[in-house]
C-alpha cells in the first residue's frame, strides 16, 4: 500500500511547491495574462463594434442608394415626359407654322389669280373696246362714203355730247 498512500513529507513539500507556484504564477504570470485577455477581449469587443457599426452603416448606404436611384428612375421619368411634351409642342408648333405658310401661299396665289383675271379682264376689255372702234369704223366707212356725209354725222354727235 505504500505506492498508493503518499507520504507525509512528499505531500507537504508537493503542496509547498504548489503554493509556492502558484503564488509566483498570481504575482507575475496571472496579471499580465488576464491583461492580456483582458485586453484581447476588449479588442475583439471593439471589432465587433466596429463590424456592427459597419453593417449599419452599409445598410443605411444601401438605403440611400436604393433612395437615389429611385429619385434618378423619378427624374428620368419627368425628364422622358418634359422631352415627350418639348417634342409634342415643336410638332404642334411645326404644323402650326407649315399651316400658316401653306395659307400664306394660297392667299398669294389667290391673290395673283385675280391679279391676273383682272389684267386678262382689262386686256379682254380693251380689245372687245378696240374691236368695236374696228366694227364702228368699217360700218361708218361703208355708211358714209362721201366725206360730207360722215362730217355732218360728227358734228351731229359732237352737239349731243355737248347737251349731255
Do not use: C, T
Request: hydrophobic share 50%; glycine share 2%.
Amino acid at each position: 500500500m505504500e505506492l498508493i498512500l503518499p507520504q507525509f513529507g512528499l505531500f507537504f513539500w508537493s503542496a509547498l511547491i504548489f503554493l509556492i507556484f502558484v503564488w509566483l504564477l498570481a504575482k507575475y504570470a496571472w496579471k499580465p495574462i488576464l491583461a492580456a485577455l483582458d485586453a484581447r477581449e476588449k479588442r475583439i469587443a471593439e471589432a465587433l463594434a466596429a463590424a456592427e457599426k459597419a453593417r449599419a452603416e452599409m445598410e443605411a448606404l444601401k438605403a440611400q442608394q436604393e433612395k437615389l436611384q429611385m429619385e434618378a428612375a423619378q427624374e428620368r421619368e419627368k425628364i422622358l415626359a418634359q422631352a415627350q411634351k418639348m417634342r409634342d409642342e415643336i410638332i404642334e408648333q411645326a404644323r402650326a407654322e407649315a399651316r400658316k405658310q401653306a395659307e400664306g401661299i394660297l392667299w398669294a396665289a389667290q391673290q395673283q389669280i385675280n391679279q391676273q383675271r383682272e389684267r386678262f379682264l382689262q386686256e379682254m376689255r380693251a380689245y372687245a373696246v378696240r374691236l368695236s372702234i374696228e366694227i364702228a369704223q368699217k360700218i361708218l366707212e361703208d355708211h358714209f362714203q362721201s366725206s360730207e356725209k360722215a362730217q355732218a354725222y360728227a358734228e351731229k354727235l359732237v352737239a349731243e355730247l355737248r347737251l349731255n
